[in-house]
């Protein structure tokens, strides 16, 4: 089904240090990376998945019990290694906080502080930018040489890419510079305007809320260059050529639509999509080459009822396969010349390490 073999899946995933598997919610892109991460252990390389996807689904299709913040080793008849990793967002943004602090009392002030907890667990982006800060983590880790990104299911899975440009946006924003001023200096230099507008907030949000921000950010003072240096770092390895985005779909409609959306947005960040995977298609019984299909003029040379059922269920498979096949074409065009391949739609859930293996069967 491969229709570039010089350009293979086969190739990507023996060539390539990070693949970041991109795609909207429910194609089945935790599953295809887990397969990918798999064809990685089997070629003989250290491998590890990252999948920031909180209801587990990772750790079901490896079949195994559970999966947090420190890779696991999956052990098992692959000469290279297997090792899952779950994106706990808190924990990562802690673990940054305790690394950068400059003491002790740093560390705790921000831990503690109120803005700070609602912001590391809960804060729209913030799961975006430490899934990347955790693939800047793995990259650097010694133990494994390959890494396949399972990215969070956002609506828009360009947050995912913008994290770290997000995050330098925030660190320049005005506000944000205000109020990263040493308390004295802020107190002399804040001009009536901002006194004013704080205290405004304050009536809104409550005094509690703005002293918590203030807090934040004072206690914040000098973590900020890290923070910067590492968003920079992560980008490089984002646009590194050994990292490769490999974009996932289903043949539905809204799926290829989204996942055209994104290879276009991809595209205008002079990245592209160096693989493209079709998830549970329908399978086609035509021949090679045949036509359309004359149902009535079919049907009316079979004499069973039963006959006949068969033959219309199977000329509305094809139907189906002909529909998926027309609202992928496009995508296709799109992506081109990268390689496309086209897993079916298997019987039952992929929930184990065997329906994982058949999954990669498709893969090379
Ligand atoms: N090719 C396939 N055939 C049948 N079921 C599949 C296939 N790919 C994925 N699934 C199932 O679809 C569901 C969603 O898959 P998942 O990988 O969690 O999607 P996503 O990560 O994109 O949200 C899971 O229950 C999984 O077992
Ligand atoms: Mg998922």
Redesign the pocket.
Known sequence: MNNHPETSFTNLISQRNTIICC?S????????AAAMALCGATQGRKTCVVTV?PAR?LAD?LGIGQLDNSPRKIEGPWPGELWAVMLDTKGTFDELIRNYSSDQAQVESILHNRLYKNLSGSFSGTQEYMAMEKLYELHSDSRFDFIVV?TP?TRNALDFLDAPRQLGRFLDNKIFRLLMMPARTYLKAVSVATRTFLRAISKVVGAEVVADAVAFFQAFEGLEQGFRDRAGKVESVLSDPSTAFVL?TSPRTEAVDEAMFFAKKLAESKMKVEGLVV??VHPSFKLDNQGPIDLAQLTTRVESQLGKDLLENWAQMNLMADQEATHVRDLRAKVSPAPVVE????DG???DLDSVRS?ASFLV
């Not at 919610?25 to 295809?32: A, E, P, R």
């Not at 897993?343 to 298997?346: C, H, R, S, T, Y």
């Open positions: 795609g919610g429910g194609v089945g892109k935790t599953t295809v996807d689904r299709a399972d299911p996932m998830n549970r897993i079916p739609l298997l859930d992929v929930h999954i």
